[in-house]
């Protein structure tokens, strides 16, 4: 995949998960990209707004940066990556209105989650060495396991 192909791409992820309001997002892709993720979508916070899978409102520009190792992937990989960041526009947040429309778009919510990857609970007695303790596919079954032993000794942190 070339640099030059993510508007195109990112444009069509913007329809898929917004319809024709995709259309009225302006948009610009940063050449230098991020090094620790695939993709962040940056923008005016206070302006991004939906509700339900509706579009109310959205910044004047976004800037999606696109590391270079997101461009070694495979196009269903590329795709999913880039519906997250348009579910973005509207939910800056990975709120739960944000991961109802990301099921709804067949988007993960997470890196790990586009790749495959578990949801592992870990614990710890001292917060600075953990242990894996339970490991899902599904992320809601890791939170709800996650909360269940929160009422009891040590600490627990869902890793992602």
């Keep these: ?36 993720v695939l993709a962040t979508l940056s923008y005016d916070r206070n302006a991004a707004q939906a509700r339900g899978g509706v579009l109310l409102s959205t910044a004047s520009q976004h800037v999606l940066s696109v590391s270079d190792d997101l461009l070694l992937q495979d196009v269903e990989l590329i795709g999913k990556v880039l519906r997250h960041e348009a579910i973005h526009v509207g939910y800056p947040e990975h709120d739960e209105n944000f991961e ?10 997470t890196e790990r989650a586009m790749r495959g990857g578990d949801y592992v609970v870990e614990r710890s007695e001292n917060t600075q060495t953990f242990e894996e303790v339970y490991r899902t596919k599904n992320r809601n079954d890791a939170l709800c396991f996650a909360r269940e032993k929160r009422a009891g000794p040590g600490v627990y942190r869902l890793d992602y």
């Design 1 to 36: 995949m070339l640099r030059r192909d993510i508007p195109k791409l990112f444009r069509e992820a913007l329809r898929d998960v917004w319809g024709r309001a995709g259309d009225d997002v302006s948009f610009e892709v940063d050449s230098t990209g991020p090094t620790e």
């Design 100 to 109: 109802k429309l990301a099921s709804e778009t067949n988007t993960a919510s």
